[in-house]
C-alpha cells in the first residue's frame, strides 16, 4: 500500500487531469462558463471524497478507470456545493482553497450557472456507459449520488445550516445537520466505491458504518480547525460559525470533549473495518488524517 | 384521443398530485425549503415538457406511472432553472406564473436552494427502480435528462443568454443558443417517453426531428409573445430583451418572417411524425398549440 500522503497526492493529480480533461474550454459565448468551472475545480482541496473513493474501490478490485469516473461526479458535486455556498446570499465568502471564489472571479450569474453544470455533469458521468458496463451499478451510483446531494442529504443540511443561524440546536440536532450537510457526501464516496466493487452486504454494512463515524469525525476537526486554525493555511475565512451565533459540536460540547469525542469516532470508524484487512489500511489511514490533519 | 385542452389539463393535475407527494413538507428546519420548492412547482406552469413525455410515452403503451415519474423529473428540472434564471443576479424577475419569484417570497439563500434540491430529486427520480424494472432504461434516462440540463444544454444555453447582453449574435447564434437553452429540455422530454417506450431507431429519428423543430417554433412564438402578449395573462415580465438589447429571432428575421418561420417549423414538427397514425395526433395537436396559446 502507498503512504497516504502519496495516495493523496496521485489522487488529486488524477482529479486534476480529469477536471481538466472534461472542462476544455469550448470556443463559443460558453467560455466564461467553462473557465469560472475550471477556477472551481482545478488546482485545489484535499480530494477526501475522491481518495474515499478509489480506496473502497480498490478493497474489491474495481477498475481504476470506472473508479476515477465516479471519483470526479462526486468530487463536482462537492465543488458546486462550495461555489454556491460561497455566493453572497450564502456564506457570502470571498476566499476558497486560497483564490478568490467564483463569484468573486467572475460574477454571480456566472457563478450560480457553473455551480449548476457541475451538478448535472456528475449525473452525466456516472449514467454514462464508460462508468460501468452494466447499467444497474450506473442508475445505483446515480440514485446514491442524488440521494445523497438533496434535500434528505446535502443540500437540506446545507438548508438546516442557514436555520441555525436563528434557531437553537441542540446536540442531536447538530449531529443530524452535520450527518446530512458534509456526512451524506462522504458516505456517499464510500458506497460509490462499494456499488463499483459489488461488495457483499456484511462489507457494506462496515463501510457505512466507517463513512458515518468518519463523517461525524471530520465535521468536529472541521470545528476545532475553524477555532484553532490559521486562515493562510485554511485558505478561507473561519471563525464564522461563533461570529454567526450558530451552535456548533464545539460551542455545545466544550473544545477538550469534542477534541475527545472526534478520537473516539475515528477509533470507532476504524473499528468497523475489523473485517478487511491490509487492504483496508488506505482507509484507515484516512480516518486517522481528518484528526490529524492542520487544514 | 381525448382533446388537448383535456390532456392538458389532465396533464397538469397529475403533475401537481405528484409534486405534493414529493414535497411533503418535513417537520424539521427544513421546512422552509420544502415550502419554497411547493411554491415554485405546484400549481402553475404549462406543463408542456410533461405533456410532451406523455404523448411520446403512449404512442408506445409505456405505464402511465413511469410515465409520470420520469415528466416529474423533467420539470423539476424545469422548475429549477426558472427558480434560479429569475434569481437577482440573473434575470431578477419579481414575478413568475402569476405569483412572487422564489426569491422574492422567501429570501436569496432558499431560492438558490430550492432550485439545487429540485435539480437533484430529479435525477433521483429517474434512476428509482419505481421508474422502470430495467436499470438500462434508468440509466438512459438520467444521460438524456444530464446533458440536456448540462453546458451542453438548458444550463449552457443561459451561459449564452447572459454574453448576448455584450455580445452581438446572428441567426445562427440565436438558433443555436436557443435550442440549447429551450430546445435541449423539449427534446428530453420527448426522448424520455422515446426511452421508456423502447422506440426503434426509425421512431427516435422522427420523434427528434418533431422535438428538435418544436422547440424552435416554441421559442419564435415565445418572442412573439413577448413583444404583442398580455403581462397580466403570461403571469411575469414581458418585453425584457429588447430593453437589454438582446438579438432574438424576432430582432433579426422581423416579426412577419419570424411568425411564417414559426408556422413553418410547426409544419416541419408534425411532417416528421408522418410515420405515426392517429395516435400521434396529441403530439400534434402540441404542435399547433404552441403557435397557437396566447401565454
Known sequence: MPTLDAAMAEVAAEIDRRFDALLAVPDDARATLYQAMRHAAIGGGKRLRPL?????????????????????????????SLIHDDLPAMDN??????KPTV???FDEATAVLAGD????????????????????????????????AGPSGMAG????????????????????????????????AVEAGAILGRAPAAARTGLRGYARDL???FQIADDLLDIEGDEALA???????GEAGKETFLSL???DRGREQCAMLVAQAIEHLHGFGDDADLLRATARYVVERDH
Not at 458521468?125 to 442508475?139: E, K
Not at 441542540?170 to 458534509?182: A, E
Open 117 to 148: 453544470c457541475l451538478h448535472a455533469l456528475a449525473f452525466d458521468i456516472l449514467a454514462d456507459p464508460r462508468t460501468h458496463a452494466d447499467p444497474a451499478i450506473r442508475a445505483e451510483l446515480v440514485l446514491d449520488l442524488a440521494r445523497a
Open 93 to 98: 465568502d470571498d476566499l476558497r482553497r486560497g
Open 235 to 241: 485558505g478561507k475565512k473561519l471563525r464564522k460559525d
Open 253 to 255: 460540547l466544550g473544545v
Open 103 to 105: 463569484h468573486k472571479a
Open 215 to 217: 463523517g461525524l469525525a
Open 52 to 80: 474515499l473513493v478509489y480506496a473502497t474501490a480498490d478493497l474489491f478490485g474495481v477498475d481504476r478507470d470506472c473508479a476515477g469516473r465516479a471519483a470526479t461526479a462526486i468530487e463536482a458535486i462537492h465543488v458546486y
Open 157 to 188: 443540511g446545507q438548508m438546516m445550516d442557514l436555520a441555525a443561524e436563528h434557531a437553537r440546536f441542540d446536540l442531536d440536532g447538530v449531529t443530524r445537520l452535520q450527518q446530512m450537510k458534509t456526512g451524506a457526501l462522504i458516505s456517499a
